[in-house]
């Protein structure tokens, strides 16, 4: 309970850390973000909307309040996830941008960071304990390989290979034209059709990193006394490998899951890019060089959320699963 206290002070005190580098930082930059932000604006839109300077003002600066009271505003502003109106959607909400595009780029990175994990892990696992075997010579360098490479690389060769001459998958947007999203078969089939190829993307991507630190890991455990005692018994090798050393030795790969899912979402805006799908990280690139100051600043917030949601989680899954975290 101690250890659960601590931690979620730490994470409280981290979105605070997120949240105030994010009042700050339009603030730093040189020019006048607001400024560029009502130039996008008509005088029609800006009278159809009488607060909208206003609030403006406490979200990137400026006025004849103190940064204390902005900063106060700000985090009113925060709490309720009002960001004002996004200029390149206008007249659409921040929210109602980001509720539209982040459920893509959830599905892309979830989907794909966690079919990561467990193809890595179970390919490490494998390699050490047939080391020098030819799975361990010939699978694990082809995954470290593909991890050496770029994901926006690696993805453009996909779009150019597996898209353009195999005619295998989709390479662009997140449907087919012509269909509204919506919670039916043919939107749904049509949504993860088009998912598929960035998917094998990230996972190609990752994977090889999971590949490494899995097997590295599970070399150094096999050494450990209960793993002998494990095979004196006279237990099967897979349940050795599984139950005893695999057990112990996903604990460390598994600690770095939350530092590689931060990393997969920094490369979202690649990925999205390359395949014009219409996720987060396309938008936030979008919104960043149409100078649409609101919903950049709502994106990172968002961004930085879920990275800190993350790494939260596997700190419960760590107690859940290590006895000496529970212990301490």
Request: one cysteine or more.
């Amino acid at each position: 309970m101690r250890f659960f206290l601590r931690r979620l002070a730490f994470y409280a005190f981290a979105v605070w850390v997120a949240l105030t580098l994010n009042f700050l930082l339009p603030r730093l930059m040189p020019g006048d973000p607001i400024g560029g932000v009502l130039q996008r604006l008509s005088p029609s839109q800006i009278q159809s909307n009488p607060g909208i300077i206003k609030t403006y003002q406490a979200l990137l600066g400026g006025g004849h309040h103190s940064i204390w009271h902005d900063y106060v505003v700000y985090l009113h502003r925060v709490v309720h996830f009002d960001f004002g109106v996004s200029t390149s959607n206008y007249p659409a909400h921040v929210s109602e941008v980001i509720g539209r595009v982040l459920p893509y780029s959830i599905f892309l990175v979830g989907v794909a960071f966690i079919l990561a994990f467990l193809l890595g892990t179970g390919i490490g696992m494998i390699a050490a304990w047939r080391r020098g075997g030819g799975f361990d010579t010939v699978v694990v360098p082809v995954f470290m390989a593909l991890s050496a490479f770029p994901a926006f690389f690696t993805g453009l060769i996909g779009v150019y290979f597996l898209g353009l001459k195999l005619h295998w998958f989709p390479i662009q947007h997140a449907y087919d034209s012509g269909l509204v999203p919506g919670f039916d078969w043919a939107f749904l089939s049509s949504a993860f059709r088009h998912s598929q190829l960035p998917i094998l993307i990230i996972v190609a991507a990752f994977t090889g990193g999971w590949v490494l630190n899995m097997r590295t890991v599970m070399i150094n455990t096999m050494g450990e006394d209960y793993v002998a005692m494990a095979h004196a018994k006279g237990l099967r090798d897979r349940r050795v490998m599984t139950r005893y050393a695999g057990r112990n030795a996903i604990l460390p790969p598994l600690n770095g899951f939350a530092a590689q899912f931060a990393s997969a979402v920094g490369g979202l805006v690649f990925i999205e890019y390359v395949f014009s799908y219409p996720g987060a990280g396309l938008t936030l690139q979008q919104a960043a060089l149409g100078n649409d100051y609101p919903l950049t600043q709502g994106l990172l917030v968002v961004f930085a959320l879920c990275v800190i949601a993350a790494n939260f989680f596997m700190d419960l899954l760590n107690l859940v699963l290590d006895p000496r975290v529970r212990a301490g």
